[in-house]
């Protein structure tokens, strides 16, 4: 299998890593860097669990492959906080937008991306903003509701 030479950041540090060519990027954070908050649910794309942030963009990185990362900047769930959590995080469990916790760090990982885009969302551009995320504990009423809130903590 071809293999292929990175040099990308994740989580603000800087990453060089030798990885087969058809690796994903979740694969790469999961199995190579042990960035285990980012979850595998569907590998098609289409739950959003496995949300990150690539260059300021909300992705599916069941969808991205490791080797277009060269000289990229990832976000991970596990590079929000250094020890503290981030409002966003603060938002979820304050309007109980956690259930069994699956889908929250790609919920997460989308409604910052929102945030860092526009600060004061609408509800409606909530909703457009996580559409790529499923939920299936919580409703979503509780997450739009963390979002909004989150934007108010900001």
């Avoid at 492959?65 to 938002?91: C, M, R």
């Avoid at 069994?100 to 945030?115: D, E, Q, V, W």
Wanted: aromatic residues 2%; neutral net charge; charged residues 25%.
């Amino acid at each position: 299998m071809e293999e292929m030479e990175l040099d990308f950041t994740v989580n603000g540090k800087r990453v060089q890593i030798t990885v087969p060519a058809r690796m994903t990027l979740l694969e790469l954070l999961r199995e190579k860097l042990s960035l285990t908050g980012t979850k595998e649910g569907c590998g098609r794309g289409d739950c959003g669990a496995c949300t990150v942030i690539l260059d300021g963009d909300a992705v599916n990185s069941c969808l991205v492959l490791a080797g277009s990362l060269q000289g990229k900047k990832v976000l991970t769930i596990e590079g929000l906080s250094d020890g503290e959590l981030a409002p966003i995080q603060k938002a979820f469990l304050e309007e109980g937008a956690v259930q069994c916790g699956f889908c929250t760090p790609g919920m997460i990982m989308s409604a910052k991306a929102l945030l860092d885009k526009n600060s004061t969302p609408s509800r409606e551009e909530i909703k457009r903003g996580i559409a790529g995320n499923l939920c299936r504990c919580t409703g979503y009423q509780k997450i739009i509701n963390a979002v909004a809130r989150a934007a108010e903590l900001k």
